[in-house]
T-cell receptor
Framework: KQEVTQIPAALSVPEGENLVLNCSFT??????LQWFRQDPGKGLTSLLL?????REQTSGRLNASLDKSSGRSTLYIAASQPGDSATYLC???????????FGKGTRLHILP | DVKVTQSSRYLVKRTGEKVFLECVQD?????MFWYRQDPGLGLRLIYF???????EKGDIPEGYSVSREKKERFSLILESASTNQTSMYLC?????????FGPGTRLTVT
């Protein structure tokens, strides 16, 4: 059974620093991997989607990488800002039309 | 942009009441999902649907049912609400380009 793990559970960094969030999954046979952002009490916003054939995706200050063989993905945030404070969730899909399995998230706090 | 809307942001119901949570998406997505989110447990899949009138159980279907009479609408039903169903409920729809979530409904059962 696929399991998705995110470490650390919480992270605080000073504003302006570059940071990396980690995600690992137990079964490398995935269809795609997504990173989401969730603000307190709100729904999820999709940040980046990486198909299984891709190695990375970039959007603005965000860069997500995927290493299927090792079962790992990272979300790199450059020049962090207080507005980046949120919970970041990693999720994998094993088939095109299948449900996705979430990690429990990393709660990020950017210190002004 | 895909829009997934949920009927209520906050809902308070009494134990034993029948509760309907409605979800509507406007992008003609085939797949729709209901999750609940609890501190320390993350998001857990309740039910999902790949087509009209079709439904599949997720990881925690007990105490819930669903209805999908139209492609754009996926309803979650709590037949007899209990206090352990107090939670944040999130609806989502998906296509090959990714997933889109609604804003969530925070349900409190007293």
């Amino acid at each position: 059974k696929q399991e998705v793990t995110q470490i650390p559970a919480a992270l605080s960094v000073p504003e302006g620093e570059n940071l990396v969030l980690n995600c690992s999954f137990t079964d490398s046979a995935i269809y795609n991997l997504q990173w989401f952002r969730q603000d307190p009490g709100k729904g999820l916003t999709s940040l980046l989607l990486i198909q299984s054939s891709q190695r990375e995706q970039t959007s603005g200050r965000l860069n997500a990488s995927l290493d299927k063989s090792s079962g790992r993905s990272t979300l790199y945030i450059a020049a962090s800002q207080p507005g980046d404070s949120a919970t970041y969730l990693c999720a994998v899909s094993e088939n095109r039309d299948d449900k996705i399995i979430f990690g429990k998230g990393t709660r990020l706090h950017i210190l002004p | 942009d895909v829009k997934v809307t949920q009927s209520s942001r906050y809902l308070v119901k009494r134990t034993g009441e029948k509760v309907f949570l409605e979800c509507v998406q406007d992008m003609d997505h085939e797949n729709m999902f209901w999750y609940r989110q609890d501190p320390g447990l993350g998001l857990r899949l309740i039910y999902f649907s790949y087509d009209v009138k079709m439904k599949e159980k997720g990881d925690i279907p007990e105490g819930y049912s669903v209805s999908r009479e139209k492609k754009e609408r996926f309803s979650l039903i709590l037949e007899s609400a209990s206090t352990n169903q107090t939670s944040m409920y999130l609806c989502a729809s998906s296509s090959r380009t990714g997933w889109n979530f609604g804003p969530g409904t925070r349900l409190t059962v007293t």
